[in-house]
């Protein structure tokens, strides 16, 4: 059984090219994403962590930390990130994890339980390594998104759903389709027009169960 929304997520002792690190002391008080990719030196990844990378003070001021997870060892993620900085004109200051043994991709249901990888190995060994996990301060799994080998991954969504993430966590509402920071959120149906009222002062009824309001500082 993969992790579900709202489950806590494993606290794996990992080795990353920063040193060993525990889950849930790395996330601490803060927000987490960790990103798993199939293999060090591949170009889509390399793209993706590149992306990861630019995005620094993006995450900085959401208060968000962020893990990479690849199947190779320490010495090629070190070896890596000279790649990764070069194509992305950024450093990247993150770890990234080294899954050798499978330990993080198997806890986080990235592959199936039986799943076998000899020395080798090549990117479609690991096709299913390719998730995003959003993690809330509170250790759990608030949001996962998993892509195909040839689709490179939107980290501007990631980030846009992040932010989806920390408006309702924070405030008691929701966001509809592709709304950005600064756009209308919704008023859950569970809240009284009367509660709404007090709580957001004006809204708009747009059905009896749709109603929007400004979104809160």
């Known amino acids: 059984m993969g992790l579900r929304i709202n489950d806590t997520i494993p606290d794996l002792t990992v080795e990353t090219d920063k040193g060993t690190i525990s889950l849930h002391d790395f996330v601490g008080d803060s927000w987490a994403i960790l990103f798993s990719h199939p293999k060090d030196f591949t170009p889509v990844c390399t793209t993706e962590f590149g992306a990861v990378a630019q995005l620094a003070d993006e995450w900085e001021k959401r208060g968000t930390k962020v893990i990479g997870v690849s199947v190779d060892g320490v010495e090629d993620h070190k070896k890596w990130k000279g790649d990764i900085e070069h194509v992305a004109g950024a450093t990247a200051g993150f770890p990234i994890i080294a899954d050798t043994g499978l330990e993080v991709s198997k806890a986080f ?43 490179g991954r939107n980290f501007a969504e990631v980030l846009r759903a992040l932010d989806g993430l920390q408006m309702s966590t924070n405030n008691g509402v929701a966001t509809p389709a592709n709304w950005n920071v600064g756009e209308d959120v919704i008023i859950p149906p569970s809240v009284s027009d009367a509660d709404a009222k007090a709580k957001f002062g004006e809204f708009e009824t747009v059905l009896p169960y749709l109603r929007k309001t400004k979104a809160p500082n």
């Not at 592959?111 to 996990?133: C, H, I, N, Q, W």
């Open 109 to 151: 249901d990235m592959l199936p339980a039986e799943a076998y990888m000899p020395d080798g190995r090549t990117p479609a060994d690991s096709a299913t390594v390719r998730s995003v996990f959003i993690i809330g301060p509170d250790k759990q799994l608030k949001l996962s998104m998993t892509y195909p080998m040839t689709v």
